[in-house]
């Protein structure tokens, strides 16, 4: 038995709480992995602890909806702080409607900030989850935690 220690398991803060509107769901086709899907952002606004903003209109949320029923996204935009920062957003969500007693969605987040005072967003993993805000609203809920 190795005798170093383990290092400390992370922990989750929140980063940010976005909430992005969406366009209905257009098919792109089936593919060999399952059906295909692209579903643009239209905009939206975050907010957190170190930063807040609105999210900017012209990224997509690329989908794929696999044969065994597991969906796959792959959003793409940017948001910017109210100080002007744009911060690019790509985020990988993994969707299992089967699971019980609720589905799983999760997420690896990464984002890529210019430097100055939200460059610390390059030097940290995040996570996710996704809820649908339907049909009150065409928008999702994506909350973003920070791994220490």
Do not use: C
């Not at 089967?98 to 390059?122: D, F, I, K, M």
Request: glycine residues 10%.
């Amino acid at each position: 038995m190795n005798t170093l220690q383990r290092p400390e398991p992370p922990h989750a803060g929140l980063a940010y709480e976005a909430e992005v509107d969406i366009a209905p769901r257009q098919s792109l086709g089936a593919s060999l992995l399952g059906e295909r899907f692209i579903v643009p952002i239209l905009g939206g606004h975050f907010e957190g602890p170190r930063l807040r903003g609105r999210v900017l209109a012209g990224g997509a949320d690329r989908q794929l909806v696999r044969p065994d029923g597991i969906k796959e996204l792959d959003a793409l935009y940017e948001m910017q702080t109210d100080d002007g920062a744009v911060i690019t957003v790509h985020n990988h969500v993994l969707i299992d409607e089967s699971a019980q007693p609720q589905r799983y969605v999760r997420s690896v987040v990464r984002l890529r900030a210019p430097a100055g005072p939200h460059e610390w967003l390059n030097r940290r993993v995040f996570v996710g989850t996704l809820q649908g805000l339907q049909p009150e609203r065409a928008a999702v809920r994506i909350t973003v935690y920070e791994l220490r």
